[in-house]
């Protein structure tokens, strides 16, 4: 026992410790301009925008004709822009009095800055992995909130007397309810500040759950780590120095669903951050890491509540060691995280914000998607995705003792060996698909891998399978047919 | 099945299926998500994932209970066969369904990429691109992608 906790206090102060890496890597990653970029609150005051502000727009018509697959600056669509909005579609006027940008035949067009009289071209910026490094943190973050309890859910449920499960319930429900707005909100407000006001929302939701008490030097002394001393812990937590530890139920509830409406703003908006802010050979590796990122905080959950959660003064220094990273990360967000950059990454990302096309409710756009071609077979492979993996993450402790590994620190390893599987996964994937486009071969060798990967995890009795250190309590439990 | 019989008796046949199946499933989310954007281009990104966020989360949630209840269930697998005679969970074999499925239903898909091609041609013309088949995805990566100035 003395050395699990041993080992589980290292895992605790190593994944600490990467939090805490992502965050100063987000905080100190730029550049002393962009950091003064970053304290000013108006993108007209960015250094980069400065240069764009003279911009006045005209247009030029009859230009050469392009030839498929080749790049020519003289051949983008060929605007110059005004400066305090460049993409509003009020600023944009042409000396054939069209209204409308959108190109024909003959009028060939590309966008040029006035002030150098050169072709803008797309262009990326050292910024966007800031942008990354703080979307993913975030989601890191509500994950490692959603399944906090989750690894040690014995001292949870006999504080609170309520099921870690329905803890996750809530919030899960509260997520898919906050899914049908987010659409609209970051339509209407924008990328940024939706993104740093759900960060301040879960930042508060954090402090809701923690308090302030755990802080209480005096009643953190006690120190249990068996089952039956939590349940004394526990049953004593009405009148001890412990219970002042936590805060009631209420205000846990309430937390958890401020921190369940606030996720969606960091899982639904990592394909919106890779089209404003990277380049097109970027774009599946920047949304593999912000969508997968948020495996690694069920990894975190695990690992770090499994070890901390153990008894009562556990609990609240674990809620409130989530609080303090939650509002580190925030400040990080608060402090670096932009709208989108003075030039966009991508000659699609140029031509749609010059189209100056406003975004349709969320209900609209999706009855469009659905009469998209192509768009339900995408869905069908990614809700496949994301049921085998959670499917997988719900039930690796009985996946893992059907092959032999029934330690509860070797069950937390491989679980978060897993999570971890599907990040890298999605960066050196990603990187296959930034580079070719095989979209289609890729997804059904992905698949085809899937197939043959599953079988194992299923596989529970004679020679395969089964391991020489699985226990028999693993066996008897099989129902034969 | 030479494979398995190799890492017979071993736990680390689970852990690398485990880790091997976190690498191939789970790319599978962003990858898509980047699809779905490409073929809807140019739709709203954010409504994109909110689709299929709302979809992977209420199916799942859904298939968690199922997978409960048949993770209790047992099936032999070549039962004649001493040397490979095992059985299956039956949670297993609903992801081999759901895997199965998806892979026969997305063999079909053949949709135009209409954000790579808005970056991989040069002008923004549509009545440059010759043919349809070269907005499908088996050509698609036969045209070069356009520089990107790095700041």
Request: hydrophobic residues 45%; negative net charge; charged residues 15%.
């Amino acid at each position: 026992m003395a050395h699990r906790t041993k080992s589980s206090m290292s895992w605790t102060i190593l994944w600490t410790s990467i939090v805490l890496v992502i965050v100063v890597g987000c905080t100190l990653g730029s550049n002393s301009s962009l950091v003064h970029a970053a304290f000013s609150s108006h993108h007209r005051r960015h250094p980069l925008r400065q240069t764009w502000a003279p911009a006045i727009l005209t247009r030029l018509v009859n230009s050469p004709k392009t030839i498929p697959g080749t790049w020519d600056s003289k051949n983008l669509i060929q605007w110059q822009l005004f400066s305090q909005n460049p993409w509003n579609e009020d600023h944009i006027h042409n000396n054939d009095d069209n209204e409308n940008p959108a190109p024909d035949d003959d009028n060939i067009l590309s966008l040029i800055d006035s002030t150098t009289g050169e072709d803008v071209q797309p262009r990326v910026y050292p910024q966007r992995w800031i942008q990354l490094a703080c979307l993913s943190a975030l989601a890191l973050m509500s994950d490692w909130i959603c399944f906090s309890v989750a690894a040690a859910p014995e001292t949870y449920e006999l504080v609170y007397q309520h099921s870690s499960a329905s803890l996750i319930d809530l919030f899960l429900f509260t997520n898919v309810a906050s899914c049908f707005l987010v659409t609209d909100v970051v339509a209407k407000i924008g990328l940024e500040r939706a993104v740093k006001n759900s960060a301040v929302l879960m930042t508060i939701g954090c402090w809701l759950r923690s308090g302030i008490a755990f802080w209480n030097p005096i009643a953190t002394t006690t120190t249990t780590t068996t089952t039956a001393a939590v349940a004394a812990a526990a049953a004593a937590a009405s009148s001890s120095s412990s219970s002042s530890l936590l805060v009631s139920y209420p205000w846990v509830v309430v937390g958890t669903i401020l921190v369940g409406a606030a996720q969606p703003f960091f899982q639904c908006t990592p394909p919106v951050l890779s089209a404003l802010w990277f380049a097109d050979t970027e774009r599946a590796t920047s949304t593999a890491v912000a969508l997968n990122f948020n495996q690694v905080g069920i990894a975190t959950a695990f690992l770090v509540g499994g070890a901390m959660a153990t008894d009562v003064p556990g609990l609240a220094h674990y809620f409130g060691l989530i609080a303090i990273v939650c509002t580190i990360v925030t400040i990080a967000t608060l402090w670096q995280f932009q709208e989108e950059p003075p030039v966009p990454p991508s000659a699609s990302e140029l031509e749609k914000k010059i189209s100056g096309k406003k975004e349709p409710p969320f209900l609209e756009s999706v009855q469009k998607f659905f009469q998209t071609r192509g768009f339900s077979k995408a869905l069908a492979a990614f809700i496949c995705s994301i049921s085998i993996t959670n499917i997988v993450g719900a039930f690796i402790a009985e996946i893992m003792e059907r092959g032999g590994i029934t330690d509860r620190l070797q069950i937390d390893l491989s679980g978060a060996a897993f999570e971890f599987a599907i990040v890298l996964g999605g960066i050196l994937i990603g990187g296959y698909v930034d580079r070719t486009k095989k979209y289609k071969f890729v997804t059904l060798a992905c698949l085809a891998a899937t197939l043959f990967t599953i079988i194992p995890l299923g596989l529970t009795e004679h020679r395969i399978g089964q391991g020489q250190y699985a226990s028999d309590d693993s066996k008897n439990h099989v129902i034969h047919e | 099945v030479f494979f398995l019989s190799f890492f017979s008796e071993e736990p680390l046949l689970l852990l690398m299926s485990l880790i091997g199946l976190g690498m191939a499933a789970g790319p599978i989310q962003p990858i898509n998500a980047e699809l779905s954007c490409d073929i809807t281009y140019p739709g709203d990104e954010t409504a994109v994932e909110s689709v299929q966020q709302i979809g992977g989360n209420m199916i799942s949630a859904l298939l968690v209970p199922v997978a409960e209840f048949a993770s209790r269930r047992d099936y032999l697998l070549l039962p004649n066969n001493p040397l490979l005679e095992s059985d299956i969970r039956g949670d297993c074999l609903l992801l081999l369904t759901v895997a199965a499925l998806t892979m026969a239903y997305f063999s079909t898909f053949d949709a135009p990429l209409a954000r790579t091609m808005a970056d991989r041609r040069s002008g923004s013309d549509p009545s440059t691109i010759a043919d349809i088949s070269d907005l499908l995805p088996s050509k698609i990566s036969e045209s070069p992608s356009p520089p990107v100035q790095q700041i």
